[in-house]
């Protein structure tokens, strides 16, 4: 066909997906990821 193909993204950027992985498959709540934002972990 003649339809140009289309791409969404070709990745995501790094650290996307950290919010989601922290709190549903490490179990990090807010105030978890705060402190350890403060003290340079991540």
Do not use: H
Request: net charge positive; hydrophobic share 30%; glycine share 10%.
């Amino acid at each position: 066909t003649e339809t140009p193909i289309r791409t969404k993204w070709v990745c995501r950027p790094v650290g996307y997906d950290n919010k989601q992985v922290y709190r549903k498959y490490m179990g990090f709540g807010p105030s978890r990821l705060n402190q350890l934002k403060k003290a340079g972990i991540i």
